[in-house]
């Protein structure tokens, strides 16, 4: 095989494992989020479909699938079926650029743990997102329905508005790592060959990187269309705001797009901020067993309480959960795997605080009302945000 | 693979721009405008200039189309119907696109030999850009920022006396 089929392959070994990947998650994302919300109002959330309810987004998928596709005679056709597209593609783009680990060796074939490293990663996310941003708008128009229309409107707008601090807090660790390139930040903050690499390096920590942290997450909340700022599709005024008009695949098209947003923008905070796949200490103190010690923990508690089970079908889950967990454990133990999957587990550590961060808030706040929205973004977060870049930049300049 | 590309690119981004005149409906037209917007990013791309890509998406499939959109939403413009000829078109639009074609054939008859080179230029990149504008073009920069300031003061004018 020369290299150019090699590198062909690779790639679509990867594009693939990427996307069943991403779709699992996308899937399972939201069962997490039904039984996490369910755990804070203090009830089990999904139980009946398999063992806790695991099989639930299987059974959804299929419910959704099967559901009769209707085709509403008022809407403005050809402009309705296309705005779930643009929805779910956009929103599956963008993850082509997001880099999960460093460079490894697969069979003596060396790659990056990344599909694509675009030179300027960063602007093709958000020019990705902000193309985005016309799924929704056109759904609503395209719908002829008046709370779909009224919730494309708030959510455009309110994506417009949120877009400048967004991107006014993404520009300050780009300032401080100095490029654009997705994985070139990660190196920047303790992701390079060698480098032992502690959170010390990462850009959260650098002076009050913290502060362009607040504001990207508080942001990424409001583009993502995510509680507390989940306007366009406010139950209570607007039935279900852009989406009504929409069934079956088309409504879990921007299901689905949703949640890769919500995916999409947690990696991108791990990546600015938290040092993409970078651990938190040195391997040389150990972080290289925290994997192994919270898989092994998590595989003993099942198997203890599948030993004394407090309902009958614990018997026979929990000591299977129990014992894959061990495997895992054991597979990080193997020094063959250490070299990508702990990377791996960092990353999907990080991001997966994050996105557990996006449900909890979902959990504890109420909605905002559309004028405070409004008021928040441009008299508080917008020039909080530009102080925040302006005095970054005068630090780089100066240091 | 380059002109191949290239001519897909240009020819979506022509029958966007003639989309965009001949569609009745002000969103299809939008709509349009945005397929033009967006294949211009690729021509862009394709020239090596990938922060100029990047940036013809953002600022405009990204912020100034949405906010056509949605004035266009909002004002709920439904569909155009074809007002009578008017006597000016008739009169100065042949003239005036023979003038332009002639323009156009001159200026490329001036330089036969400056071909485009697919990837050949390197100033594109976001450090290139940034070092232009704020050395070479600083004053045109500046420029057009107060410019900017004047035309957001403006409209704020004038929507205050709206009310």
Known sequence: ????????????????????????????????????????????????????????????????????D?????????????????????????ISVIPFGPKIDVFGYQTYMQLTDLNIGVLFILAVSSVGVYGVALAGWSSNNKYALLGALRSSAQMISYELPLSLAIAAPLLISNTLSLR?????????????????????????????????LIAAFAETNRVPFDLAEAENELVAGFHTEYSSMKFASFFMAEYANMITVSCMAVLLFLGGWVAPWPAKYGSGLVPVAVFALSGLIALYHGLHPARRMDRFSLPVVGVVFLIV??????????????????????????????????????????????????????????????????????? | MDVILFLIFAAISLV??????????????????????GSLAVLYLLLGAEFIA??????????????????????????????????????????????????????????????????????????????????????????????????????????????
Request: glycine share 6%; proline share 6%; net charge positive.
């Open chain 1, 70 to 94: 209707l085709l509403p005679p008022y809407v403005n056709k050809p402009i309705y079926l296309a705005a779930p597209f643009i929805a779910v593609s956009m929103a599956l783009l963008s």
């Open chain 1, 184 to 216: 070139q930040l990660v190196v920047t903050q303790g992701g390079a060959p060698g480098h032992p690499g502690t959170f010390w390096n990462w850009n959260l920590f650098h002076g009050w990187q913290w502060i362009s942290f607040i504001i990207f």
């Open chain 2, 54 to 163: 990047a940036a013809q998406v953002i600022v405009y499939a990204g912020a100034v189309m949405v906010l056509f959109l949605f004035v266009i939403m909002l004002l709920n413009a439904g569909r155009e119907t074809a007002q009578s000829k008017s006597e000016t078109a008739h009169l100065l639009g042949v003239p005036a696109l023979l003038v332009f074609a002639l323009l156009l054939a001159y200026f490329l008859r001036q330089r036969p030999e400056e071909g485009v080179h697919f990837g050949g230029f390197t100033g594109g990149s976001a450090e290139a850009v940034g070092r232009a504008l704020f050395t070479a073009y600083l004053l045109p920069f500046e420029v057009v920022s107060v410019l900017i300031l004047i035309a957001i003061v403006g409209a704020i004018v004038l929507a205050r006396k709206e009310i």
């Open chain 1, 329 to 399: 454990a054991a597979v990080f133990l193997a020094p063959f795997t250490q070299s990508w999957l702990l990377p791996l587990f960092w990353f999907c550590a990080k991001v997966g605080l994050i996105l557990f961060a996006f449900i909890w808030v979902r959990g504890t706040l109420p909605r905002f009302r559309y004028d405070q929205l409004m008021v928040f973004t441009w008299k508080f977060l917008f020039p909080i945000a530009v102080m925040n870049l302006l005095v970054t930049g005068l630090v780089v300049a100066l240091v």
């Open chain 2, 16 to 37: 966007c721009a003639v989309n965009v005149v001949i569609q009745p409906h002000p969103i299809s037209s939008a709509i349009s405008l945005i397929g033009v917007m």
């Open chain 1, 1 to 68: 095989m020369d290299a150019s089929t090699a590198f062909y392959v690779i790639s679509l070994i990867k594009i693939l494992v990427v996307f069943a990947v991403l779709m699992t998650t996308l899937a399972y994302l939201q069962w997490i989020e039904r039984k996490v919300i369910a755990h804070i109002q203090v009830r089990p959330g999904p139980y009946f479909v398999g063992p806790h309810g695991l099989l639930q987004p299987l059974a959804d998928v299929v419910k959704l699938i099967t559901k009769e």
